[in-house]
């Protein structure tokens, strides 16, 4: 599952290989920061693992009692009318970032035409 959030974009996914039961969900980043400040607010101690040969080269493995709690944040985060302008209030630095959203925002409206044309 893709999440946009305010504190950054994730991909969230199970874990190919069950090793270890209490590792069940992998998020996923393209950005460290997002990373780092989803566990820091989640206060998630795993470590961020940095991978150079993956699609998605930031993730952080956890269990799915961790998992619940970053949903949970994530839900409670949703304390704004504008999106993309929380995202600029939140972290105003990053305006890479900030054009991505506008960017994936038209394509979706884009999506949306398309299907209003065969309505």
Known sequence: MWIFSKYGFFSIVRTREQRHPDEDFMIRARVQTHLETLKRLAELPAPVIRTSDS?????????????????????ESVD????????????????????????????????????????
Do not use: I
């Not at 699609?55 to 839900?75: A, Q």
């Open 55 to 75: 699609d998605y080269e930031f993730r952080l493995v956890v269990s799915e009692e961790e998992y619940r709690k970053v949903m949970t944040l994530l839900e």
């Open 80 to 119: 704004y009318p504008n999106f993309k302008n929380a995202c600029f209030e939140y972290d105003g630095q990053d305006s890479f970032w900030h054009r991505a959203l506008h960017e994936v925002w038209e394509v979706m409206v884009r999506l949306q035409f398309r299907e209003s044309r065969f309505l």
